[in-house]
């Protein structure tokens, strides 16, 4: 079974930055497109940022641009998301998920069912106001 293991939640102030990171193994992380994704109390799941197998393409969400940024490091197996400008509505808990692709394969997914079971346990993000 795949593992995903997130990293570097916690509290901060309005304003702050958190860097959040996503380990897995090996194999999984050079083969896949990976994500972050939120959830907070009573909300659906939603989308924040994707990064392509090749690391060279980049999605984000919408209420996210400008201020996080997805990178990933083959050397260590991670995927960041680097989080500015925190705002009390980033509070949630944060996933990271993986999709399998070809290298080639550049496509937005955007729901998630497009990542199947490999997700993370999750790691809470507090923004106090």
């Known amino acids: 079974q795949v593992q995903l293991v997130e990293s570097g939640g916690g509290l901060v102030q309005a304003g702050g930055s958190l860097r959040l990171a996503c380990t897995t193994a090996?194999?999984?992380?050079?083969?896949?497109?990976l994500a972050w994704w939120r959830q907070s109390p009573g909300n659906e799941r939603e989308f924040v940022a994707q990064?392509?197998?090749?690391?060279?393409?980049?999605y984000y969400a919408d209420s996210v641009k400008g201020r996080f940024t997805i990178s990933r490091d083959s050397a260590k197996n991670t995927v960041y998301l680097q989080m500015d400008s925190l705002k009390a509505e980033d509070t949630a808990v944060y996933y990271c998920?993986?999709?399998?692709?070809?290298?080639?394969?550049?496509?937005?997914?955007?729901?998630?069912?497009?990542?199947?079971?490999?997700w993370g346990q999750g790691t809470q993000v507090t923004v106090s106001s």
């Open positions: 090996g194999r999984t992380f050079s083969r896949s497109a």
């Open positions: 998920a993986a999709r399998s692709t070809i290298l080639t394969d550049n496509r937005h997914f955007a729901s998630v069912s497009d990542y199947g079971s490999t």
């Open positions: 990064i392509s197998r090749s690391g060279g393409t980049t």
